[in-house]
Antibody
Framework: EVQLVESGGGLVQPGGSLRLSCVAS????????MNWVRQAPGKGLEWVSG???????YYADSVKGRFTISRDNSKNTLSLQMNSLRVEDTAVYYC????????????WGQGTMVTVSS | DIQMTQSPATLSASVGDRVTITCRAS??????LAWYQQKPGKAPKLLIY???NLKSGVPSRFSGSGSGTEFILTISSLQPDDFATYYC????????FGQGTKVEIK
């Protein structure tokens, strides 16, 4: 079955760190353009970060310097290392696939909740 | 950065109504625009890509049009399953979403 499954969310204090994972099945992450998208409670969708098939990485200004996207080809897994977390980073985080740089996100995971609070 | 503006923010409609949602880009994005449907507690679902191409399996009552900076999503005859929030997304330069349009029952 072709799917994405996220994990790693939870409650963390401001300034803390968290690592999210997204395991892909039925396709390889290295051959696609993998992304993280978040949605704060009651708000819209915000693209957070992406990694191209060639390995280039991209970030929204709101997370640049704090978040790091990576992939483990042997485990067919996408990751998001989140450091220096802020209250405003509280959101459901989705991983999503685009099949090229000029493609929409045709597959999404179910999401994992990250809550930043003291 | 390319900004995407959707209108209206909320739309009240009845089953069987024809519904249109507009999305405007802050600069030309050619036809690199997608539409998504999201229901509460669920991940977004791709409906339309490259402005007017219906994803396989999506009902034909959904259609998209436009190019450049102005785009429209049309639902020709609203069904009970269509009450949801809809987002446009540009992918001409990275990816940016509109703020969403909630379609609610009138």
């Amino acid at each position: 079955e072709v799917q994405l499954v996220e994990s790693g969310g939870g409650l963390v204090q401001p300034g803390g760190s968290l690592r999210l994972s997204c395991v892909a099945s039925g396709f390889t992450v290295i051959s696609n353009y993998m992304n993280w998208v978040r949605q704060a409670p009651g708000k819209g969708l915000e693209w957070v970060s992406g990694i191209y098939s060639g390995g280039n990485t991209y970030y929204a200004d709101s997370v640049k310097g704090r978040f790091t996207i990576s992939r483990d080809n042997s485990k067919n897994t996408l990751s998001l290392q989140m450091n220096s977390l802020r209250v405003e980073d509280t959101a459901v985080y989705y991983c999503a696939r685009a099949q090229s740089a000029l493609d929409a996100f045709d597959m999404w995971g179910q999401g994992t909740m990250v809550t930043v609070s003291s | 950065d390319i900004q995407m503006t959707q209108s209206p923010a909320t739309l009240s409609a009845s089953v069987g109504d024809r519904v249109t949602i507009t999305c405007r880009a802050s600069q030309s994005i050619s036809s690199w625009l997608a539409w998504y449907q999201q229901k509460p507690g669920k991940a977004p679902k791709l409906l339309i890509y490259k402005a007017s191409n219906l994803k396989s399996g999506v009902p034909s009552r959904f259609s998209g049009s436009g190019s450049g900076t102005e785009f429209i999503l049309t639902i020709s005859s609203l069904q009970p399953d269509d009450f949801a929030t809809y987002y446009c997304q540009q992918y001409n330069s990275y990816w940016t979403f509109g703020q969403g349009t909630k379609v609610e029952i009138k």
